[in-house]
């Protein structure tokens, strides 16, 4: 059996792997320089190499992520129904949930603010703060990220609501009430921050649109560290712009790179960021995704299919 690995292994992690795998053959190369030619004859790729590439690759039997959203790998033509795709949900946990809290922060103290004030060299005050006790946080997409940062809101004394697709047969203790999608346009208006983790998924694209900018509070805020697709930008801009909305803090963006022309990067109150909530610049993070990587390679070699972390619905993304 052939692996492929296409993340930024370290001498360690390699050693780490191929001792789990002592009978297969590894390949290790730069995701962004592996073209079809490199998967021809690949079982295992470990990486998010190329979508087009993967297409190509005639023997794939099983593809892990370094990335917890899959959705590209979902689409039709991808990956043959019998390919096995599994994710490194939960690896991102601390980097992108510490990333939220810190924004909420930022624009309850409106630090963003005064570091525009800073570069200008002003000193000015900018009136009164809102904190995050005692607010309302609704968290949109209660899965393993979406949880980390709603037990950290809820500890810092914020009413935290979790809004899922379908029914949770369990309430987590650190969520005040736990809610579904259907009931989103009774929700909005009581928050005081909307926080977004949702998957790339067709039914979350412009979830959040005019109409539902409008039923948020004039002193509300929405973070975003899903999917850029699921804000309509134009609505937003509008929002911050008129002042409908308290503020936003996007990590993600729709298209990313964000275009210089976009009026959302000095739209009024508007935090942005180049998708680094995740990425490997903590140094806990990459060192989750390989955990994950080596202990569903030990499974699948072993036959245990159902005892692998992270299994992907192609038909759902997720």
Not at 51 to 61: F, G
Not at 217 to 228: D, H, Q, S, V, W
Not at 297 to 304: H, I, P, R, T, V
Request: net charge negative; with cysteine; glycine share 8%.
């Amino acid at each position: 059996m052939k692996i492929l690995g296409a993340m930024p292994f370290t001498d360690d992690d390699k050693k780490y792997l191929e001792n789990i795998a002592k009978d297969c053959e590894f390949v290790y190369k730069n995701k962004e320089s592996v073209g079809e030619d490199d998967v021809q004859d690949i079982d295992i790729i470990l990486g998010n190499v190329s979508p087009d590439v993967i297409s190509r690759a005639p023997k794939l039997r099983w593809l892990q992520t370094n990335s917890a959203g899959v959705d590209v790998y979902c689409k039709d033509g991808i990956l043959r129904q019998d390919t096995l795709l599994t994710s490194a949900s939960g690896a991102y946990d601390t980097t992108v949930s510490e990333w939220m809290v810190s924004v909420c922060f930022m624009l309850a103290r409106k630090e963003d603010l005064y570091m525009r004030n800073q570069v200008e060299k002003l000193w000015k005050h900018e009136g009164k703060v809102v904190s995050i006790e005692d607010s309302v946080t609704l968290v949109l997409g209660l899965g393993s990220i979406g949880k980390h940062y709603a037990k950290k809101m809820h500890a810092l004394g914020s009413y935290v609501i979790g809004v899922t697709k379908n029914r949770h047969s369990e309430k987590p203790d650190f969520v005040d009430e736990l809610s579904t999608v259907e009931n989103l346009d009774e929700l909005l208006p009581r928050a005081d921050y909307v926080a977004m983790v949702l998957p790339g998924t067709a039914e979350n694209v412009h979830i959040i649109d005019a109409e539902r900018l409008k039923l948020m509070k004039p002193t509300a805020f929405i973070i975003n560290a899903g999917r850029g697709n699921a804000i309509d930008g134009v609505a937003l801009n509008a929002a911050l712009r008129n002042g409908s909305i308290g503020g936003a803090a996007l990590d993600v963006t729709d298209p990313e790179p964000l275009p210089e022309t976009d009026p959302l990067w000095d739209a009024p109150r508007c935090i942005i960021t180049p998708h680094i909530a995740g990425q490997f610049y903590l140094k806990k993070t990459f060192e989750n995704i390989v955990k994950i990587t080596g202990e569903n390679l030990e499974k699948y070699l072993s036959g245990d299919i159902e005892g692998m972390r992270n299994k992907v619905d192609h038909k759902k993304g997720y």
